[in-house]
């Protein structure tokens, strides 16, 4: 089966056609990032304009690069939730549009499940139950995937995402949008111990939740306090030191969580999954546990077509298609479809 799949969620236009859930036929990506690093971030009207103008030529270069004509398309999905609204809007017409006029079912992905999807065209030996950690720009979660289509999370950010922290950081330290790129890449040239006091806070009522706008706030007073006293800091171990606090917290709080849930195969995905050192002390905590450990292509670790492609197979066999009047939502819960 043949899924033609969008992703407008934010800031990249993404077109893809996958297999049967698995083999990813081909994928196009359209990033918006270096209009968007003007501002500092994503300027919801402008992504919205952008998805307007490219979505039908990431359209066009997936069917070249497969070498599949529309006719050889058995359904279409998109993602229609949770992401900016103006965006996802853009990539949900279009598909309904094709849906409407070659007659093909329209199959709603949200775009979370499509992160946990892009560890299938990464790893084809891996299938549910497994333990995930979702991380991006919007989002820190660790989810029970039972099986394809039903998903649990089992603890969350309280305040901000982890990517969103990166990202704040950066912008504190002067780097460009977004920022946790760019943290990863010069942590390799600071001190990861300089800055030992970096807050790693436990959140009342559950043990499992995060909370992440303390680190921010630390270097925002860090970097203050250095400026009153007419001192500067050294932004490479700053970086170093957040990029280690924070993969700290999250790897560890993981392990303690799958541990004390008897979880013994774990994976991770989302845009911070790309996190040079999240990936390695992963692999390193799992092998010492002899817990199995997955993790996306570097190229499936930001949002992609693909993954809403993947997952879309997995709704489509369950029945999870919709009629062509389903609307876009700004958020929603991964267990809700
Ligand atoms: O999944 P994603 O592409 O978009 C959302 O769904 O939000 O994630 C984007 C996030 C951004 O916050 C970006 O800074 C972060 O992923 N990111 C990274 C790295 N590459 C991307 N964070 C840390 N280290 C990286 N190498
Ligand atoms: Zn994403």
């Given at each position: ?180 790129m760019y943290i990863d890449k010069i942590s390799y040239k600071g001190n990861p111990c300089a800055y030992e006091n970096i807050p790693r806070p436990e959140v009342e009522g559950s043990k499992y939740d ?128």
């Amino acid at each position: 089966m043949k899924i033609l799949a969008f992703e407008t969620s934010c800031d990249d236009t993404s077109a893809s056609i996958v297999q049967d859930g698995r083999k990813v036929l081909s994928s196009c990506v359209a990033s918006q990032i270096s209009e968007h690093t003007l501002y500092g971030g994503v300027v919801p009207e402008i992504a919205s304009r952008r998805h307007c103008e490219s979505i039908k030529k990431v359209c066009k270069e997936v069917f070249k690069r497969a070498c599949v004509n529309i006719e050889d398309i058995d359904a279409v999905s998109a993602t229609y939730a949770p992401g900016l609204i103006g965006s996802l809007l853009v990539g949900l017409n279009f598909a309904k549009g094709i849906c409407l006029s070659k007659r093909l079912p329209l199959i709603p992905v949200h775009h979370l499940r499509g992160h946990v999807a892009s560890l299938y065209i990464s790893n084809i030996d891996l299938s549910p139950p497994f333990l995930c950690m979702i991380v991006s720009g919007g989002h820190t979660h660790i989810v029970d995937v039972r099986n394809y289509t039903e998903m649990q999370v089992l603890a969350r950010t309280r305040d901000d995402a982890a990517g969103e922290t990166f990202d704040k950081v950066a912008r504190c330290l002067g780097l460009p949008y977004p920022g946790g790129m760019y943290i990863d890449k010069i942590s390799y040239k600071g001190n990861p111990c300089a800055y030992e006091n970096i807050p790693r806070p436990e959140v009342e009522g559950s043990k499992y939740d995060f909370s992440f706008s303390g680190i921010k706030t630390f270097v925002i007073n860090t970097i203050n306090n250095a400026k009153n006293r007419g001192q500067e800091i050294n932004i490479e171990d700053m970086a170093a030191s957040v990029r280690f606090a924070i993969v700290d917290y999250m790897v560890s709080k993981f392990i303690m969580i799958a541990k004390e849930l008897g979880y013994k195969k774990l994976a991770i995905c989302g845009g911070v999954s790309a996190n040079t050192l999240f990936r390695d002390t992963m692999k390193k905590e799992c092998k010492k546990l002899e817990f199995k450990f997955f993790m996306p292509k570097l190229e499936y670790c930001g949002d992609n077509a693909a993954m809403i492609g993947s997952q879309g197979y997995y709704e489509y066999i369950n029945g999870n298609i919709s009629n062509l009047d389903i609307n876009a939502f700004s958020s929603k819960d991964i267990s809700l479809r």
